[in-house]
């Protein structure tokens, strides 16, 4: 299976992504998470993402579409969930262009659907572990006792508004797009996490 979870940051995508990797053997690609392990390690990918990243704007589209090329690659034969990933109109129709080239089709785009309201309330409190990646809320989830968690640079407040700006103008036209290929589906992603996970299993069968 090939699916991509689309949605505003904080709606909840890379939390039901993992469970869907740990109950149903999905391979998650989060481009979040590969380039803030380049910035991490400091790699020459990771020079170039880390402005973009601390500012709330989006990486230019030809690196993030080289590095999905070479996974798609490497993970031939895998269900796959593709997190946070397209995010322009040129993402998606690169990945168009892509997916048979791997003999791929698109399964289906979960949309989780979640107001900027409650957006800011879930990254504003989001704390991720950074020896496992787990992630955590001060309030929705807390960490268990002992496992120290950090916060993320671009979770502060300033940058937060951007990036939804940004969600709104370049990342928002991908549902016209879409769901005009009738690859939508809709999940009300305001609800628990074990709510959004049932949501979630029903359409994605
Ligand atoms: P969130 O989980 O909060 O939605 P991500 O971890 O997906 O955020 O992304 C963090 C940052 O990484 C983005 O603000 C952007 O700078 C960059 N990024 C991630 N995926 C993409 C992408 N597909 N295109 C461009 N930039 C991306
Ligand atoms: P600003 O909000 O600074 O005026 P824009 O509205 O032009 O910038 O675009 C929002 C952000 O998205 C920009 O800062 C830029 O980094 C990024 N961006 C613009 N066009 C693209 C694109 N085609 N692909 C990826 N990221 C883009
Ligand atoms: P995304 O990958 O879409 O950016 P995350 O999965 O990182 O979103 O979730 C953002 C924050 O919201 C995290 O702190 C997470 O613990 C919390 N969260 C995730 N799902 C829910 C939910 N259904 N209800 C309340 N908080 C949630």
Known sequence: KTLIFLGPPGAGK?????RLVAEKGFVQISTGDILREAVKNQTELGKKAKEYMDAGKLV????????????L??????????????????????LDKMLPQVG???DGVILFDVPDEEVIKRLSGRRVDPKTGKVYHIIYNPP???????????????????????????????IEYYRKQNKLLVIDATKSPDEVYKQLLSVVK
């Open 144 to 174: 268990p006792e002992g496992v120290e968690v950090i916060q993320r640079d671009d979770d502060r407040e300033e940058v937060i508004k951007k990036r939804l700006e940004v969600y709104h103008s370049q990342t928002a036209p991908l």
């Open 104 to 106: 791929r089709t698109l």
């Open 14 to 18: 890379g939390t039901q992504a993992q």
């Open 73 to 94: 690659q490497e993970l031939e034969g895998k269900d796959i969930i593709l997190d946070g990933f397209p995010r322009t109109i040129p993402q998606a129709e690169a």
């Open 60 to 71: 230019p589209d030809d690196i993030i579409i080289g590095i999905i090329k070479e996974k």
